[in-house]
């Protein structure tokens, strides 16, 4: 636990923003800078700092030659919109599985992305990411950059969200690494690390 007690100053930083159901998504006065993926999707957008360590994460993986981008930021509109087409082509318990309602997307602060392996057709809202060849490749080197598989089937009960092996969050690092370590789910670390810090100010709040 050492190094969880010593990220307690971290312990706002914006990369490890929890955004769900029951957290939802206040869009800041400062806007978050955004970054093209990759030339070939300029409308694919990430924040500027995930997006350095994607990249050195696929440079590393030579990623690029069979994955592609699906789904970066989206605005409160854009995630109003998927919702809405979903509803009407997919119905209820299908979009209620896999698209968060607006204001409740990680996608709206820059830090969470959808990728694809690379095919004639890409399903946007339920990508093909599988568990083999390049996909797996990035999925094992993900934390490393900062990266966590953010919805597993183990945790829906917590998370809320059906499995999307597709979507990635960046979290940073060491958090990514701590968080595949143990097994915890965006929601657990977050409210390990609240614990961890209400303890950390109660002991250096007086000492009795
Ligand atoms: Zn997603």
């Not at 809405?84 to 979009?95: A, F, K, P, Q, V």
């Not at 990411?129 to 993900?142: D, H, K, M, N, S």
């Not at 969050?169 to 143990?182: F, K």
């Amino acid at each position: 636990m050492r190094s969880i007690v010593s990220m307690e100053k971290e312990l706002h930083s914006e990369n490890l923003i929890l955004v769900n159901a029951s957290h939802p998504y206040h869009e800041k006065t400062a806007a978050v800078k955004l970054c093209p993926v990759c030339p070939e999707t300029p409308d694919i957008l990430l924040e500027e700092h995930a997006l350095l360590r994607l990249s050195a994460l696929m440079e590393e993986i030579g990623g690029w030659e069979e994955i592609v981008p699906v789904s970066g930021f989206r605005s409160f509109r854009e995630q109003q919109e998927i919702f809405d087409t979903s509803l009407r082509e997919n119905g209820e318990e299908y979009t209620r599985n896999f698209v968060a309602l607006p204001g409740c997307s990680e996608h709206q602060t820059g830090l969470a992305i959808d990728l694809a392996l690379k095919k004639e057709e890409v399903d946007f809202i339920c990508p093909d990411f599988p568990y083999e060849g390049i996909c797996q490749r990035f999925r094992e080197r993900a934390a490393a950059y900062g990266f966590v598989e953010r919805y597993q089937e183990e945790k829906k009960h917590v998370t809320g969200i059906a499995a999307e092996p597709w979507h990635f969050r960046y979290v940073g690092c060491p958090h990514a690494e701590i968080m595949r370590e143990h097994g915890w789910c965006l929601e657990e670390y977050a409210a390990l690390l609240n614990t961890e810090k209400l303890y950390h100010d109660r002991k250096s709040g007086g000492g009795q």
